[in-house]
């Protein structure tokens, strides 16, 4: 795998849509985008953002009003079916097909992507997406989990070098979730490149390098994983504390706990004498003598109120945070 190649690249793309009345709706503002080859790339965005129009442009589906997609240096526009063979697409939308078993339905596939059926490679597929016990079925008789994962082997079967997976998770459950993770992250390492639309955001947050997030039809950021997770503000030591009485105890200290900058909130009574109250001191991310100063500073406030501590965590700002305060312009990027 050549980190350093180009795997796809938008140049100057817009789509624009015809409405009923004769308008036209933008979806892509001029849009340049490139991702490497053998990338985990993540494409985030509120519904109608943009994200499943770059899908349709990459897959060949849809074009575009101006600019071009090129995948591993070929137009999509003039070699859609050379190109069409490089991508596996995992749509958002259930697959409704019902008259053959999942084997057969997989061999069609690989016929209609121009590849000849690889018997060891189906079974391997639906073994590793769990499916095999169910190979005698046909997809009407899956359940949405299994309809999903069902996808996720169709859009594999004919050996693709990008996987473009749109909400593949949905409707799954969190076992089979981390199951297909596993599996994906598997086909990953050996090299396949990777994009994914999704909203459970900490799978963008887990399994991806660089990630970019779309508002209006047009990409409002892109940054590195950790550098985006940056942008959520400081981190922070906490511990929880046991007090008699959280209200009354709050009340005593309170302007104490302001004049050191610490936060406080309380959290749910662990019995009817007993309260938890959470205390924290925020750092800055990566400096290991802000981390050590703030946690000696809470040990020392624990020392000076004679407190109890039942349990100390570090919390950090996830990408979800991070994804709300763009889209409410609470970040300048």
Known sequence: MNNNSISIELKNVTKNYKMPKGEHFQALKPLNLTIKSGECFALLGHNGAGKTTIISLLAG?????????????????????KTKRMIGVVQQELIADSFFNLPTMLSIQSKLSGVK????WINFLLEKLQLLEHSKKTTRELSGGMKRRMMIARSLVHKPQILILDEPTAGVDIQLRQSMWKFIEELHQNGLTIILTTHYLQEAEDFCSRIAIMKNGEIVTLKENKELLSLGGKHRVS????????????????????????????VKNVSSSTGDLKISINYEQGEMSSFLTSSRKLSEISNKLHLRISEIFTESPGLEEVYMKINDGNIKI
């Not at 589906?61 to 079916?81: A, M, Q, R, Y």
């Not at 059926?117 to 060891?120: C, G, M, R, S």
């Not at 709050?250 to 706990?257: A, Q, V």
């Open 61 to 81: 589906v849809n074009k575009p009003t101006t600019g071009d997609v090129f995948i591993n240096g070929l137009s999509v526009t003039n070699n859609s079916e």
């Open 117 to 120: 059926p690889d018997k060891n």
């Open 239 to 266: 511990c929880l504390i046991e007090v008699p009485n959280v209200k009354q105890w709050i009340e005593t200290n309170s302007k104490y706990l302001k004049e050191n900058s610490i936060i406080f909130e309380s």
